[in-house]
């Protein structure tokens, strides 16, 4: 049997990485434990902390059979420790030490390189949980309402995963940063968390729904990243990780789908053709098409600063180490070093967007960014099909990578989303065109109506094809207490 396959799943720590043996770790995981409850309690999910929510636990790593589902409280969640099983013989993919067996120990001249990786990582996940904590109140259905608690209950787990190796491989520090991830707080002036994005307002649930499509995906790719690590413990956690993220990002993208089938359904019974009729659209009390693109014209760039810099030192540093890889870098035919390699990148030169042809290893986030862009390309294709199939005219489209940016090259221009550069004046009198003005904002707030009787569902989304696990479509998804 591989490493990794036995799961103990007695102690209050679910794992397969042999903490009954491991007493140190043990018992500094032990200690940090009570401080995630309190985390949890104050900044995790408002109210609903006794309902019995129907949701996924992972408990093992067989990919026919790792999770099981059932009514459990959220804070008797068990949040466990579950690595992919070792590679036998894995080798480092990528960089100086390519083909060099993979580290099972923190590479010492690298220590503080990958300790910034696991900790970006892993203030992420309690990071999204603060966001969202206030939406439980104004879910539109019981199975709504269930998906959100399982994204934070995973994004729970996640942190554990990234806590555990702080705590296995990095000694006091590890330790120290553990703490940190528990004291920062998302939107805190003096204590923000660590990535821009992760300190937004998550306020009503299409940024909700919008924040799982773009904002999960952008940890989709990165755990995709952090996955060829030649530190073998990281790569293993991420792996795993993976498993549960197409939950997320599937409860994004059919969330905006049922919202848009919703709107172009009630257009359609009412007779309106015009989708920048947004008065006589709202009336029916739906989500206007125009307001539901400035929600993704946000939540797309918001996202896209999060690949950092186009142009960057630190991520051709940490390829060069063997730390951080690219997009299924496996999959991958060149030579794995991209000494000699260039890659396009846009920019912005003396005011103006050009392509320039870039050293690759310099071009690393770009390149992930534009493996990203991809995948949400496709998604977005497949809204468009819910509003062609109700003849409405109009279209979704991911505005210009430049628009709106506050990282790298574009954070000091404004364009449209067009990408047509704008001065000062015209970004601030036409920016309500572009993103969601505080009119809009006030509309869906005052959409968000609670709706939590079983098998209904609030009058701006329409139902899932499918209920959770295969359950029946009035399935009661939350006990609420
Ligand atoms: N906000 O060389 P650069 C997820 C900083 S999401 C604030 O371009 P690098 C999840 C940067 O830290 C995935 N600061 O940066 C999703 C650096 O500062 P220092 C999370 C930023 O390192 C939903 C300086 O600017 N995982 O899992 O190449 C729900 C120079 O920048 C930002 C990871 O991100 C920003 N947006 O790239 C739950 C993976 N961008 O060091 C969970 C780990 C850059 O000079 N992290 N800066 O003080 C990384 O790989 C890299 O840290 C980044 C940045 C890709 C984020
Ligand atoms: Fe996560
Ligand atoms: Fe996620």
Not at 35 to 53: A, C, H, N, R, T
Not at 123 to 141: F, K, M, Y
Not at 420 to 439: C, G, Q, T, V, Y
Request: glycine share 8%; with cysteine.
């Amino acid at each position: 049997m591989p490493e990794g396959m036995h799961v103990d799943y007695d102690g209050l720590i679910p794992n397969n990485v042999g903490l009954a043996q491991d007493l140190r770790v043990r018992k500094a995981l032990e200690t940090w434990h009570p401080g995630y409850i309190d985390w949890w309690k104050e900044m995790g999910p408002v109210g609903f902390q006794e309902s019995l929510v129907y949701l996924r636990t992972a408990i093992g790593v067989d990919p026919t059979g790792w999770a099981v589902f059932d009514y459990v409280k959220m804070p008797e969640y068990k949040w466990g420790i579950l690595l992919a099983p070792k590679v036998e013989g894995r080798k480092i993919p990528f960089g100086r030490h390519k083909g060099e067996p993979a580290w099972q120990e923190v590479p010492g001249e690298y220590r503080a390189m990958l300790r910034r990786l696991i900790v970006v990582q892993g203030d992420t996940e309690p990071a999204s949980v603060e966001q969202q904590r206030h939406l439980g109140a104004t879910a539109p259905s019981l199975y709504d309402l269930r998906n959100l608690f399982q994204v934070n209950v995973e994004e729970g787990r996640h942190l554990w995963q990234m806590v555990y190796l702080l705590q296995k491989y990095f000694g006091a520090d590890g330790r120290e940063e553990a703490e940190a991830l528990l004291e920062r707080r998302s939107g805190d002036a003096d204590r923000p968390r660590i990535l821009g994005a992760f300190n937004e307002a998550t306020p009503d649930w299409l940024s909700f729904f919008m924040f799982t499509f773009f904002t999960d995906r952008d940890g989709k790719m990165q755990l995709e990243a952090l996955a060829q690590s030649g530190f073998d413990p990281l790569s293993r956690s991420c792996r795993f990780m993976l498993t549960e993220e197409a939950h997320h990002m599937f409860v994004g993208a059919t969330g905006v789908q049922r919202i848009l089938q919703r709107t172009v359904s009630a257009m359609n019974e009412a007779g309106i053709e015009d989708p920048y009729d947004v008065e006589a659209v709202r009336r029916l009390g739906v989500i206007d098409l125009p307001v539901i693109q400035k929600k993704l014209n946000l939540h797309f760039s918001l996202t896209l600063d999060l690949f950092g810099n186009e142009i960057s030192t630190n991520a051709a540093n940490a390829f060069e180490a063997g730390l951080k890889g690219r997009y299924r870098e496996d999959k991958l035919t060149d030579d794995h070093q991209l000494h000699n390699a260039t890659y396009p990148v846009l920019r912005c030169v003396s005011g103006r967007i050009v392509e320039e042809q870039v050293p690759a290893l310099s071009a690393l986030n770009m390149r992930l960014r534009d493996d990203y862009v991809r995948e949400v390309e496709a998604g977005v294709a497949r809204w468009n099909q819910v509003i062609a199939k109700g003849n409405i005219n109009f279209k979704l489209k991911l505005p210009h990578v430049a628009f709106n940016r506050a990282i790298g090259e574009f954070s000091t221009i404004h364009v449209d989303p067009d990408g047509n550069i704008l001065d000062d004046a015209a970004w601030a009198a036409r920016k309500s065109e572009f993103l969601p003005s505080s009119d809009d904002g006030a509309y869906i707030a005052d959409l968000m109506k609670p709706m939590f009787e079983r098998g209904r569902y609030a009058g701006w989304i329409a139902p899932p094809r499918v209920g959770i696990d295969n359950k029946p479509g009035d399935f009661e998804y939350v006990r609420i207490v």
